[in-house]
């Protein structure tokens, strides 16, 4: 990592913009996504149901429950076409956002264990059938963009609400970001498992734009390896197809890795995979040591939801008037 450009350093992939410019800055979610309803004018209690996918909004603010599929078809099409519904540059979170997350991550606090460096996260409160057990965004705003936890959160079940301090179920923020990993799976966009049933777990492809689609096509390209078969702790990470050396995903799990070492999160996958999954990341709120900034999951299609996917939502922009008073702002807030 450089402040400036040197030889033999590269770009990372999230500040290419959809129209192939670099660009200076991109929006992050600040929280677990939510569903504006904008024909009630008020945002969706996810639990309730009712999500116009034509015309509703996925959002990030706090205050507000967490978007699932407990009563709604919220998989990963109609999430993407909730985050579009905001205008042009809007999105779901893809493999890029993550990957810049992860990178910095490790070299902010030199370690890949995210639970082991700040804090366990919402992972410790007991999942109830057919129910989003996520609790309500927002309890770390007064980090600002700082790394740290709540000092407490509120849990929602079923109308039920409960605060909780304690470390576990209590939410974290990793640079102004709630909940890098725990209280929901967020679907990764534009990332697809595919196999044959010669592919152990699957083969991941990376989308080459933001057109995300949920079966293979041309604007996908494989990283170069397969996931391996498991329900366990990722001992390796893979490399490939050299133009994907920024993805970190796991080419072995083993016995001899934990929730400390060497990396400490999970992998989910299904053995010899025969079709095209998508990935989910970060785990969710009852999967205690297991999850971290590097947990995956490669077991749903692209057509499933469920009570603990989720989405997060992003910015990319276009370099338009606004992204150059946006500049010209932020430049005279910090000096220059």
């Known amino acids: 990592?450089?402040?400036?450009?040197?030889?033999?350093?590269?770009?990372?992939?999230?500040?290419?913009?959809?129209?192939?410019?670099?660009?200076?800055?991109?929006?992050?979610?600040?929280?677990?996504?939510s569903v504006y309803d904008v024909s009630e004018g008020q945002y969706l209690n996810n639990d309730q149901g009712g999500i116009a996918f034509e015309v509703d909004k996925l959002s990030s603010i706090a205050g507000s429950k967490p978007a699932s599929g407990i009563n709604n078809m919220f998989n990963i099409s109609n999430a993407e076409q909730l985050a579009q519904n905001?205008?042009?540059?809007?999105?779901?979170?893809?493999?890029?956002?993550?990957?810049?997350?992860?990178?910095?991550?490790?070299?902010?606090y030199g370690s890949p264990n995210g639970q082991v460096s700040l804090e366990l996260g919402i992972c410790y409160i007991d999942a109830v059938v057919n129910k989003n057990c996520s609790s309500i965004t927002g309890s770390t705003a007064s980090l600002g963009n700082n790394s740290g936890a709540a000092t407490s959160t509120i849990n929602e079940i079923n109308g039920t609400y409960t605060t909780y301090s304690e470390v576990g179920k209590r939410a974290i923020s990793y640079r102004g970001m709630e909940n890098p990993w725990g209280n929901m799976w967020h679907m990764v966009g534009g990332t697809l498992l595919y196999g044959n049933k010669n592919y152990q777990g699957g083969v991941p492809y990376i989308c080459t734009d933001y057109n995300y689609n949920t079966t293979l096509s041309d604007n996908y390209e494989s990283i170069g390896f397969q996931l391996p078969v498991s329900e366990s702790y990722i001992s390796a990470f893979g490399y490939g197809n050299p133009k994907y050396d920024w993805v970190y995903m796991p080419i072995e799990c083993s016995s001899t890795a934990n929730n400390i070492l060497p990396i400490g999160d999970c992998l989910w996958t299904i053995n010899n995979l025969d079709g095209t999954h998508i990935i989910l990341n970060g785990g969710h709120n009852a999967f205690k040591e297991k999850d971290g900034l590097f947990c995956y999951a490669g077991d749903i299609n692209g057509t499933q939801y469920g009570r603990s996917y989720g989405a997060k939502l992003m910015f990319i922009p276009t370099k338009n008037s606004i992204y150059t008073n946006n500049i010209a702002s932020w430049h005279a807030q910090i000096g220059g």
Do not use: C
């Open 86 to 108: 905001r205008g042009e540059g809007w999105h779901i979170t893809n493999m890029r956002a993550d990957s810049a997350n992860q990178m910095l991550f490790m070299a902010e």
């Open 1 to 33: 990592m450089s402040d400036t450009q040197l030889s033999g350093f590269k770009l990372h992939p999230l500040f290419i913009n959809e129209d192939g410019e670099e660009v200076d800055y991109v929006l992050l979610p600040a929280y677990d996504g």
